[in-house]
């Protein structure tokens, strides 16, 4: 089993800057990737950025060049840079873990942290 904790939304002011943490705990030795999402009410979660257990990442276009996914010494905190934030920014942020298991690739998730970009 395994277990995601965001940390780290809050409201901030465009153009302003957050860094989202994600604490992994439990069974994560076959970890194949971690994942940040996000959702706003009423619409599908959208994926934001991935960094694999070798270090390569992907970032959506709608956050490249802004965010930053980091995972540093591999270690089990991944973490999100996000600077230049924008109103439409504004969404429930979601950890998200691939694990391979017996049984196959599973996927974790957090329970999700507010990012709330506002004047």
């Known amino acids: 089993q395994v277990h995601l904790v965001e940390s780290g939304g809050g409201l901030v002011q465009p153009g302003g800057s957050l860094r989202l943490s994600c604490a992994a705990s439990g069974s994560i030795s076959s970890l194949l990737a971690m994942a940040w999402y996000r959702q706003v009410p009423g619409r599908q979660r959208e994926w934001v950025a991935t960094i694999t257990s070798g270090g390569s990442r992907n970032y959506a276009d709608s956050v490249k060049g802004r965010f930053t996914v980091s995972r540093p010494n591999a270690k089990n905190t991944m973490y999100l840079q996000m600077n230049s934030l924008k109103p439409e920014d504004t969404a429930v942020y979601y950890c998200?873990?691939?694990?391979?298991?017996?049984?196959?690739?599973?996927?974790?998730w957090g329970q999700g942290t507010q990012v709330t970009v506002s004047s």
């Open positions: 998200n873990a691939a694990i391979r298991e017996l049984e196959g690739v599973n996927d974790y």
